[in-house]
Every structure is written in C-alpha cells, then in structure tokens.
C-alpha cells in the first residue's frame, strides 16, 4: 500500500519523513500542502492534523503526525526491509531513543531558532533579531561540542551504524551548512563534519533533496 505524506518536500519535517521512506523503501506519494498559503490551517487539513504542521500520513486506517512518531512508526514496521534504522540489540535500540531525544530536546531548538532568523524571516516580512542570532548559534555551538566528543568515539551518534538518531538531524544540518554562514558551526568540528559529510552524502538523502528542488 503506498503511503500518503501531506506536506511538501521543502519542509524539515517532511524531508525526515521522506528520508526514513527512501531509506527503506517504502513507496509513498507525496500530497502537496501550500504553507505560504496557509492549506496546513484549513478545515481539511486540521482535521488531519489539528495542530496545523506538517507532515501527516495516511497509511490505510492509520492517520499519524509528528516526524518522529512517523519515523520511529515506520523503521519498526519495516524492520527487515532496507536499512536498519534502530540497531540490532535492546542496547543500541536504547542509544538510538536517546540521541533522538538529544536531537529533539538540544539540537532542534537552537537551529529552529537560527534557521527561523536566518533564512525564513526576511521571506516572511520580519526583522532578523540578531542578539537571538547570536545566542542561538552560541548554543547550538555547545550542543555541537558534545557531538565532536561523541563523534570522536563512534562513527554515528548511537554507535558504529547509521540510524535515525543520524538522519533526524540531516535538514536542520543541510541548511544550516549551506544556506546560512553558520556553516562552521559544523564544519570547524572535526569529527562533527566528518558525520555530516558521510550521512549527507547517502543515496537516500540526495534522493530527498532532489525531490525539492
């Protein structure tokens, strides 16, 4: 059965959606959803998702919403089918849960924030805040030292195998690196940019972000 995905593939969230699908080979089809229109806050839409953000997907009976919900969702079901997304072992399961947890609770709010201030406010008529620039590059940059430590010891983020603990982090990354000049924030950082190069350049992640151009 395909999968339904509503949102576009220029969004963050979607794209972590899209790369979990590509990476196992789940066949979907992508439901357009025009944010500078505001479609995510139509009757339609919030009725799929009542808080009016993308992505969502229709698999047969099941609706669901959250990228990482979807993820984790989809990497269980399809176990066995492309890559393995959440180790092999209860441990290295357990490892995958925290660095998803890093990511959402240490990664995620500092690079919204500059990603916010440095490539989507001027597109949407508001001021840069540069104080808030500043913080939030300051303290993404702490964050990105604890990941060098981390990267120093493994080769991804769980361990010695790429997970969704690694591609959860690739469209904040992407931009980040090439749409801002807080690029060094990752590339200044040995064992940091050495990740970054490795998961950005897998087939599936290309694959995602053709889908955006």
């Not at 924030?113 to 500043?134: R, S």
């Not at 940091?192 to 190069?197: G, K």
Request: charged share 25%; aromatic share 10%; glycine share 6%.
């Amino acid at each position: 059965m395909v999968v339904k995905v509503h949102g576009p593939p220029y969004s963050s969230s979607t794209r972590t959606v899209l790369a979990c699908f590509v990476e196992k080979g789940i066949d979907f089809e992508i439901v357009p959803v025009d944010m500078l229109k505001g479609e995510q806050k139509k009757p339609e839409f919030l009725a799929l998702q009542p808080f009016g953000k993308v992505p969502v997907i229709q698999d047969g009976d099941l609706t669901l919403f959250e990228s990482r919900a979807i993820i984790r969702y989809y990497a269980e079901k399809y176990a066995g089918q492309g890559t393995s997304l959440l180790g092999k072992t209860l441990e290295e399961r357990a490892l995958v849960e925290q660095w998803l947890e890093v990511e959402g609770q240490n990664y995620n709010p500092h690079g919204y924030h500059l990603l916010m201030q440095l490539v989507y406010a001027t597109k949407l008529g508001m001021p840069q805040d540069e104080a808030l620039i500043d913080k939030s590059a300051e303290l993404l940059g702490k964050v990105l030292d604890v990941y060098e430590e981390r990267l120093s010891k493994s080769k991804y983020l769980a361990g010695d195998f790429y997970s969704l603990a690694d591609l959860s982090h690739l469209p904040f990354a992407e931009l980040i690196v090439n749409a801002t000049d807080k690029g060094y924030l990752i590339r200044e950082r040995k064992h940091v940019n050495a990740w970054w190069e490795d998961i950005s350049s897998r087939p599936a992640w290309k694959k995602v972000m053709a889908m955006a151009i």
